[in-house]
């Protein structure tokens, strides 16, 4: 499911958009190393070809629904629904999007948070990819895909720009300390619905529960 | 791109599927023609006119920023609320009707003399669109017009832009 394994180990726009990514210390808290795709918006060509690479991935799939986590999944999802010609789907914090929602509640390392989608967005038995801009422990994600297949889409995979390696091999050894949370990772992987194209970090795993708590 | 002038025949298809009465964008979004016709509209403004930086106003702004910068080869450039840019920002307050509120910028991103865009879904009072201009112009930038899919005119928002270009897809 990482950039190695899928095959595109070798794609020459791997490197300059990996090296576009920065990492800011100690955000939000002491501790956290932040994965920052800020600076990859501000390379056109690596932005780019972030955004060809899923593109090339999943035009030709039948996918009709490109649903992107907020907020920074909404900076991805929308130009490669463009390019595939797909709807995009806003995934949002509660009381963001107006008209009638459905919520999906998720696991934080402290508390929960949710997602929710508009009623009416999808269709049954629509092909949906899931965007957004890191994976960690897959909290969010799997809420993502709880949610769409709540309204009978069938999702066929999920996309994100950087995966935190560290979380893949935490949870294949099940430490204590990322307990049930990582089985959402590990069911992911498992279950092939998974991709994280580019980046591959070897960083602290709950990096995802602060960005994703504060993320709005 | 307004009623009083001839309408590019598009426009009509995109306003259709946009709930007015909520102000919601995501109809549009999911009508793939229509979503793609109200890019190309910017994009065909703004292409070949020397803008590197297009500038978009979290959260709504991200949906429609990114494939215009994409499509005129500019850079894209989040404008948050506090706290969620990690690394050196730039702060700009400013009032709503009850209260205050608050957007940040990279400190870095954008240089001094680049062309910039501000995107975003909607202009209602212009508050949001002033604090961005002046994150932008506080870097040295040239705002060269916002652009938003919707305006409320009734708010007179454009009032506040202090003579600023604005371009609104609808009315």
Not at chain 1, 142 to 151: G, H
Not at chain 1, 175 to 189: E, R, T
Not at chain 2, 4 to 21: G, L, N
Request: glycine letters at 8%; hydrophobic letters at 45%.
């Amino acid at each position: 499911m990482f950039a190695a394994e899928n095959g595109l180990k070798s794609d020459p726009r791997l490197q300059g958009i990996s090296e576009a990514i920065r990492v800011v210390p100690h955000f939000p808290k002491q501790g956290i190393m932040f994965q920052d795709i800020t600076t990859l918006l501000l390379d056109h060509k690596a932005f780019k070809d972030t955004v060809d690479i899923f593109v090339d991935r999943y035009r030709g799939m039948s996918v009709s629904v490109v649903a992107g986590v907020e907020a920074r999944g909404f900076v991805f999802g929308p130009a490669i629904a463009l390019a595939i010609g797909a709807k995009f789907v806003p995934l949002r914090k509660p009381r963001k999007l107006p008209g009638e929602v459905i919520s999906e509640a998720y696991e934080l390392e402290y508390g929960t948070d949710c997602l929710e989608i508009h009623v009416g967005a999808v269709q049954p038995g629509e092909r949906a990819i899931v965007i957004d801009d890191l994976v960690a422990t897959g909290g969010t994600l799997s809420a993502a895909i709880r949610l769409l297949e709540r309204v009978g889409a069938e999702v066929i995979e999920c996309a994100c720009v950087i995966g935190v390696r560290e979380v893949k091999v935490m949870a294949e050894e099940l430490l204590d300390s990322v307990g049930s949370m990582a089985s959402h990772f590990i069911s992911l992987w498992s279950h092939a619905k998974l991709i994280i194209v580019v980046k591959v970090c070897e960083n602290d795993y709950a990096q995802a529960d602060f960005a994703e708590k504060d993320d709005t | 791109m307004s009623a009083y002038r001839d309408e590019d025949p598009r426009i009509h298809d995109i306003k259709t599927r946009i709930r007015i009465m909520f102000q919601d964008i995501t109809t549009l979004l999911l009508n793939p023609k229509a979503f793609k016709d109200t890019i190309d509209l910017f994009v065909e403004r703004y292409k070949g006119k020397n803008i590197s930086v297009v500038a978009g106003i979290e959260a709504r702004g991200f949906i429609f920023g990114p494939p215009i910068a994409l499509a005129i080869g500019a850079k894209f450039v989040p404008l948050r609320k506090p706290r969620k840019l990690p690394g050196e920002v730039i702060s700009e307050k400013y009032i709503l009707e009850y209260g205050r509120d608050c957007l940040e910028m990279h400190v870095g991103a954008v240089k001094s003399g680049e062309r910039a865009l501000v995107v975003d879904d909607l202009i209602a009072t212009g508050g949001t669109l002033c604090a961005a201009m002046n994150l932008l112009e506080r870097a040295g930038a040239e705002v060269v017009e916002c652009a938003c899919v919707i305006e409320l005119p009734d708010l007179k928002g454009r009032e506040r832009l202090n003579g600023k270009p604005f371009q609104a897809t609808m009315p």
